[in-house]
């Protein structure tokens, strides 16, 4: 089959799959205190839907598959998916973003079931500042699953995710890259975007990559760039003793869309060509009024070719994404 491609020519290789809406943090810059209205549990893809989609994206060409959420450790029997879409030719990479918080008892489990991936977020060291950030008292929780996850080594690497927001960040980058350097943990810092379903972010509110790099350089010296994947969202770095890398995902202050390879598919089955997407494609509809392969395919082409040229959080004028982070899956 021809490859997957959008009308700037580039092709798509990854997708990003969220198994939930639902989830049991409520971090500052992504939810609310109260939580969100959740979708209900028929509006939810199925494992064999989700399966099903992914065969078809693996039959033309897109060979990661990221599952994501909402918090996809809360959706039951995660671990039977997982085995669904490890088994699925052309799956080459399936990995997982997670807060970590259930992952001391599921690493075991996903591991058997064939992940071999996994990104904790992690934006903080500090008991009190995680608590204020993720509005949960869990870091304890967060740093057992880490070490569950340490014990199985088909599972590398294991990344760190910390979304750096000014003013509080900043004083958390030197446990953290302490972290990297002391943990087989990649670390990286992403930048916070405007997806929070506050709507409280701000330009001001972004601690750029560069400033968390400067910060950590003053401490260790300067850091030493490794070669990324061309369609990698992060800059890789190595400290200069060989010991420990962080990651800078900048989209922000060092957008990557020209590179970007990546759609998105909803809980609810929603197919999304961008993170900042105003348009969304229903595959779910199609998929269960009987939609045949080729159907599925065509509609997912088609939305591809539509993929947004970039997101324009830096022009005037930009407007909002439909859903939030956790509605889209991040
Ligand atoms: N619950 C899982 C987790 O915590 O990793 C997966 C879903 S979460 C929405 C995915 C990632 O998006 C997390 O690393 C989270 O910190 C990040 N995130 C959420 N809101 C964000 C925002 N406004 N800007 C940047 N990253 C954000």
Redesign the pocket.
Known sequence: MDPLRDSWGREIKSVRISVTDK?N?R?T??MPAEGLQWLGRQEILSFEEISRLVDLLAGLGVDEVRL?????LVRRDLPLLVKMLARIDGVRDLSL???GVLLDRLAKPLVDAGLRRI?V?LDSLSHVRFAEITRRDALDAVLRGLEEAERFPELRPIKI?C?AVKGFTETEVPALAELARRKPYVVRF?E??P??ADEA?REDDVLAGGEIRAIIEDQHGPLVELPAKASSTARRFRFADGIGEVGFVNPVSEPFCSSCDRIRLTADGQLRTCLFSRKEWDLKTPLREGATDAELVDLIRFAVRHKELKHRINDPGFVRASRS??QI??
């Open positions: 989830c943090f971090c810059y992504c994501t959420g909402g918090e996809p973003t997670t807060n990104n977020s995710n979304v992403i916070f975007m997806l929070d972010w982070m956790s899956g991040g």
